[in-house]
């Protein structure tokens, strides 16, 4: 059984930064190609970042660009998301997603295991 345990949210103003922190109880993280997700109050969950098994390729939607970076440290069994010049747009719970032996993907769908997630509020 794969756990998804994510840690790093907050409060914290616009403009300021937050580094998520995803940990995962797996023999080998680099089996899996891993993701954050968002969902704000009243929306749907939506796609964020993803990251590919060997960390070669990496995925963003269009709103986080530039601000966000997914890594990952498979030595750690550890994946990242490092969120700069937050908005309060960015205000969610924030979940991370694995999917085995497969490529990175932004559909929610195709991922196989989630956590609980970690709730990210942006102040402006």
């Known amino acids: 059984q794969v756990q998804l345990v994510e840690s790093g949210g907050g409060l914290v103003q616009a403009g300021g930064s937050l580094r998520l922190s995803c940990a995962a109880s797996?023999?080998?993280?680099?089996?899996?190609?891993m993701a954050w997700f968002r969902q704000a109050p009243g929306k749907e969950r939506e796609f964020v970042a993803t990251i590919s098994r060997s960390a070669g390729n990496t995925y963003y939607a269009d709103s986080v660009k530039g601000r966000f970076t997914i890594s990952r440290d498979n030595a750690k069994n550890t994946v990242y998301l490092q969120m700069n010049s937050l908005e309060p747009e960015d205000t969610a719970v924030y979940y991370c997603?694995?999917?085995?032996?497969?490529?990175?993907?932004?559909?929610?769908?195709?991922?196989?295991?989630w956590g609980q997630g970690t709730q990210v509020t942006v102040s402006s």
């Open positions: 997603a694995a999917k085995f032996n497969k490529m990175a993907d932004r559909r929610a769908d195709e991922y196989d295991y």
């Open positions: 797996v023999r080998t993280l680099s089996n899996y190609a």
